[in-house]
């Protein structure tokens, strides 16, 4: 392998899951994991197995279907690694093994505290019984598995030599990749690439597996410590999607792929990652885990590549290069106007879905392309990204216990804000409710409350446009809390964005109501039935 290679591992799917609210459901994080095998991640970390039954069978999916297939879009790649995270017990290793098993590559992916503070306030072990529990659940996972990653949590505030003393126990023990995560987000970078550096000269044995680095961005360094450590010799970098994760996130793909790209002559190190790709799993991650990219979020944010004033304007018309260190179409930013109309067949229709990663056929393929030839009727020119909100509609459905089946508003500047929706069930029986409120979306959402019957508290509603213009598909996002459980969160897109937003809301209480042991009570007699 090319000594200035340096391996992306993706954990979006499992630490940027572990962000307030982001959860996915298991056919999101399919269709997550399906993306960055696309975009070239050499290692998916799929998840936590032993965090509940769920994240178990989002692994082993995720294992079967992504860790086995051909990578779409690039048939002569090998599948990527799909590790999955456990902690330095028994019965964490064994379920890991259970997720990841039946990938073509799978990894486990143990970790131990390592830092005075956690190991007196949060472990309460000493020092030996650290290193005699790390080097025990190595063995253990390495008796499943040729690929075996270690962390020491919280190495960025470790004794640097308790860690070289760890870190040769897991080696000894058979581990091929050492990660050493800043999980607090503490260090600077001179620090953090010093703590690299210590690292790989003062280990037995670093020299001969693969060190990595994971860094919290809870001071804004993630990226910056990340380019630190890979300058100091590691040789894998463990990023996520929009930088989501837990508190402030984690190191972003995007930022560390296009750093490494743009300023390549300088740092001499390369990636697989297709970067064409970086604007489309950024969106699809945004909108699976309802967690918007702020527009000016460097190299995918709506902003990244907009020029304002008027100096810059006069710049970038002479020679783009004056305000511009990267090319919009370098990672996707580029907007690619359908030339199908409504009048186009499906053949042309399906192969565009297919080079923007949808390859659907059948019933599938028939649903979205429905959906297209209505759209094409409403819109002016369809851009790609309308067909990734249908198509991601298509791929990653929230379970359709209710769906919308007709929705009526009156509102305006005069009289009260009054809905009325008609929602098919379960059990195929509509339902017909109305209500009044503040506005319209809140007169949809009792009226649809009415309906459904689950109790929950709308935490969060956000409007996007998925494309530009008064025309534009309506993206809307919601988060919904029931009872004490995890938020859920949904998403719709429609022209209307009433309706995208009855879309968002029912998306988010069909989540809620296909948790397992999810309580309803019976529907209020309906207003109407038809
Ligand atoms: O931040 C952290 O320490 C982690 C470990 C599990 C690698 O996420
Ligand atoms: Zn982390």
Redesign the pocket.
Known sequence: MNPNYVRIFD?SL??GE?APGASMTSAEKLEVARALARLGVDVIEAGFPAASPDDLAAVQAIAREVGQEPVPGRPQAEPPVICG?ARCTPSDVVTAWEGVKDAKHPRI?T?L?TSDLHLQHKLRLSRPEVVARAREMVALAKSFCADVEF?P???GRSDPLFLYEVLAAVIQAGATTL?I????GYTLPDEFGALIAGIIAHTPGARDVVVSV?C?DDLGLAVANTLAGLRAGARQA?VTVNGI??RAG?ASLEELVMALRTRGEKLGLTTDIDATQLCRVSKLVARSTSYPVPPNKAVVGANAFAHESGIHQDGMIKNAQTYEIMRPEDVGATQTTLVLGKHSGRNAFAKRLGELGFPLEGDALAKVFAEFKKLADRKKSVHDADLVALASDERAPAPALWVLEDLQVACGTTGLATATVRLRGPDGVRQVQAAVGSGPVDATYKAIDAVVQVPVVLLEFAVNAVTEGIDALGGVAVRVRHAESRPCHGHGADTDIIVASAKAYLAALNTVLARPGAAHSAPLPAVASA
């Open positions: 954990t499992r630490d572990q995270l992916h970790f505290a962390s949590e919280d190495a990660n995560p800043d999980t607090v994971h919290h463990e994760g837990e984690n």
